[in-house]
């Protein structure tokens, strides 16, 4: 007895960030039929009229096509009310991918804000993570998308960063992630880090904490344990410095990024807004719509939030 699965296939790719084929195939062996004997020539029964079955066979599929017809409408009518339904009630969308796959909510649709309506600070692609604005208590990413190399992002937020990706080395240029999700603990080791680089030019452990906290961000207030950032460094010049504006790489992204959703989140005129220093690597996801304003008109994401 033969067993029908889904056969999920991945591939390495070395100009994605993460590639995985879909389950287009299945692992259903080929299996032999029995021949049937051949109908013996020795003895042939009479003929008989085909007349009668036909006739039979006929009331047979009219009646069959009849009800069908009629328990087809009313599935119909059944469909159209609930979905009139639940037109505006918010509940997910579910579609059945392939034969034989779990029915499950589409994960390709923006849960909420950005695009196509009114900018929210509660949507959860602009949610603010600040020194003033800490992760709320608790929060949790829905799932995250597993690049190359260890690294992560927000699954909602994944494919406009492969697609930017792509697009950036379709020119000919070499874009490399080299920092993205960060755990609590990363950003600990990564905060305690700078603060000792600092103390030596510091009167205090409190004076080296504050100018650590320009650079690095402390736990709870970096917006990549949000997932929604990704440092993106030009793979001929991988030094986080303001030496990276001028890469190709960089002057690509600042002219595109928000054509994908991303914004360039520490412009160098903005650090007394964000309290962060310039930083011409750090692209946060904020979604279409808002990137395009935060970008054409000049703004960070706080100037962006308070006039929403």
């Known amino acids: 007895m033969s067993v029908h699965s889904c056969v999920l296939h991945e591939f390495p790719r070395p100009d994605r960030e993460y590639y995985a084929a879909a389950p287009a195939q299945w692992d259903t062996p080929m299996v032999s039929r029995p021949r049937r004997p051949a109908p013996s020539r020795a003895r042939r029964s009479p003929r008989r ?8 066979l006929g009331l047979t599929l009219f009646a069959g096509g009849f009800l069908l017809g009629r328990a087809e409408a009313a599935g119909n009518r059944a469909a159209q009310a609930a979905a009139g339904a639940g037109a505006g009630s918010g509940e997910p969308v579910r579609v059945l991918t392939v034969p034989g796959a779990v029915i499950s909510s589409r994960e390709d649709t923006p849960a909420s804000g950005g695009e196509g309506g009114a900018a929210s600070p509660d949507d959860w692609n602009l949610i ?60 600990e080791e990564l905060f305690q880090r700078k603060v000792q680089s600092c103390l030596p030019q ?4 409190e004076e080296a ?40 790489v960089q002057r690509w992204l600042m002219e595109h990024c928000a054509e994908y959703g991303f914004i360039l989140r520490y412009p ?41």
Request: proline content about 6%.
């Open 49 to 56: 009229s085909p007349l009668p079955l036909l006739l039979l």
């Open 128 to 187: 603010l993570v600040n020194g003033d604005h800490p992760l709320p208590e608790g929060f949790q990413i829905p799932e995250l998308t597993q690049l190359r190399n260890g690294h992560a992002i927000d699954k909602r937020a994944y494919p406009a960063l492969q697609r930017m990706m792509d697009d950036c080395r379709a020119e000919g240029l070499e874009p490399t992630i080299c920092s993205s999700y960060r755990s609590w603990e990363k950003q």
């Open 202 to 205: 510091a009167g205090s452990l």
């Open 209 to 248: 904490e504050e100018q650590a906290a320009v650079w690095v961000a402390r736990p709870g207030t970096s917006e990549h344990q949000a997932g929604l950032a990704v440092d993106i460094v030009d793979k001929s010049y991988q030094l986080l410095d303001e030496g990276q504006e001028k890469t190709a």
């Open 268 to 308: 160098t005129e903005k650090s007394a807004l964000t309290g962060v220093g310039y930083e011409p690597w750090h692209y946060r996801y904020v979604g279409e719509e808002a990137a395009k304003d935060i970008m054409s008109g000049g703004l960070c994401l706080e100037e962006y939030l308070e006039r929403a």
